[in-house]
T-cell receptor, first 116, second 116 residues
Framework: SQTIHQWPATLVQPVGSPLSLECTVE??????LYWYRQAAGRGLQLLFY??????ISSEVPQNLSASRPQDRQFILSSKKLLLSDSGFYLC???????????????FGPGTRLLVL | AQSVAQPEDQVNVAEGNPLTVKCTYS??????LFWYVQYPNRGLQFLLK??????LVKGSYGFEAEFNKSQTSFHLKKPSALVSDSALYFC??????????????FGTGTQLKVEL
């Protein structure tokens, strides 16, 4: 069966410090991968998605970036954190069977980031 | 563009009573519709989805949802609510002929509170 991991679970960082959040998926190959941010426990904002190694699409311009160095690894980064980067970051995966497929997205446990 | 509306920020229901969490959508062409549940400080868990066929979809934990094309709605229902159903519920949509990455658009969430 497939599983998705995120770490760390919680992170407290000062403003201006760098960030690296990691997401890995097990039990599947060539998944679509997604990074979301959830602010104030409510709506989800899609930040990045990837349909393959090295292929990253950005949905929202900001000081965050994403990379996919391996098939089942997705990393969210920042060179300098802002207060507004605080939130709950969720990684998700879906089966990558091409455009138009109804495949479900499955979410990881999330990382709570607090920028002080 | 695709969008989802969850008109109720919070729904309160007594244990044992039926519950309904409302969702309406807007999408070009045929929709793929999803419901997720989120418990505090956790990732989203998939409940059910509508792709095609029977308008009544049955999912996990006794939940079901009814697709109504004329009303562009996909309300989540359960015949008898449990206190343990208290959580944040998200509706999501994507178009059958969506763009790359099979991106979902999420509603803002409805907090369900089931009381004894």
């Amino acid at each position: 069966s497939q599983t998705i991991h995120q770490w760390p679970a919680t992170l407290v960082q000062p403003v201006g410090s760098p960030l690296s959040l990691e997401c890995t998926v097990e039990g599947t190959s060539n998944p679509n991968l997604y990074w979301y941010r959830q602010a104030a426990g409510r709506g989800l904002q899609l930040l990045f998605y990837s349909v393959g190694i090295g292929q990253i699409s950005s949905e929202v311009p900001q000081n965050l970036s994403a990379s996919r160095p391996q098939d089942r690894q997705f990393i969210l980064s920042s060179k300098k954190l802002l207060l507004s980067d605080s939130g709950f970051y969720l990684c998700a995966w879906s089966v990558g069977v091409g455009v138009g497929s109804p495949e479900t997205q499955y979410f990881g446990p999330g990382t709570r980031l607090l920028v002080l | 563009a695709q969008s989802v509306a969850q008109p109720e920020d919070q729904v309160n229901v007594a244990e044992g009573n039926p519950l309904t969490v409302k969702c309406t959508y807007s999408v070009s062409g045929n929709p793929y519709l999803f419901w997720y549940v989120q418990y505090p400080n956790r990732g989203l868990q998939f409940l059910l989805k509508y792709i095609t066929g029977d308008n009544l979809v049955k999912g996990s934990y006794g939940f079901e949802a009814e697709f109504n094309k004329s009303q562009t709605s996909f309300h989540l229902k359960k015949p008898s609510a449990l206190v343990s159903d208290s959580a944040l519920y998200f509706c999501a949509v994507r178009a059958e002929r969506g763009g790359g990455g099979n991106k979902l658009t999420f509603g803002t969430g409805t907090q369900l509170k089931v009381e004894l």
